[in-house]
Nanobody, 117 residues
Framework: QVQLVESGGGLVQPGGSLRLSCSASGNISSIYAMGWYRQAPGTKRERVAGITNDGRANYGDSVKGRFTISRDGAKNTVYLQMNDLKPEDTATYYC???????????WGQGTQVTVSS
């Protein structure tokens, strides 16, 4: 079992930036990849970005060019740098981790991001 704790959410104006952090603990040796999902009220959960242990990253179409995912292996932490934020980015952001060849995801508790003037 892996425990994930997110931080860094908050209220930001359109065009602003935020950086989310996710720290992993527990059975961290089993982690193959980590990433972020988000969900706004009344909408489907959306995959935002993911990164493997060897640094390969991928992004959802709605955030490409604005968000950057990175990882610090020594700290067992993944970051999501969010730039040029838009009101439609408002959601609860969840950190996830997965093992190789597995469909199972471990989830954090979520952190709220609100983009509003």
């Amino acid at each position: 079992q892996v425990q994930l704790v997110e931080s860094g959410g908050g209220l930001v104006q359109p065009g602003g930036s935020l950086r989310l952090s996710c720290s992993a603990s527990g059975n961290i040796s089993s982690i193959y990849a980590m990433g972020w999902y988000r969900q706004a009220p009344g909408t489907k959960r959306e995959r935002v970005a993911g990164i493997t242990n060897d640094g390969r990253a991928n992004y959802g179409d709605s955030v490409k060019g604005r968000f950057t995912i990175s990882r610090d292996g020594a700290k067992n932490t993944v970051y999501l740098q969010m730039n040029d934020l838009k009101p439609e980015d408002t959601a609860t952001y969840y950190c996830v981790s997965t093992e190789e060849y597995s469909d199972h995801l471990d989830w954090g508790q979520g952190t709220q991001v609100t983009v509003s003037s």
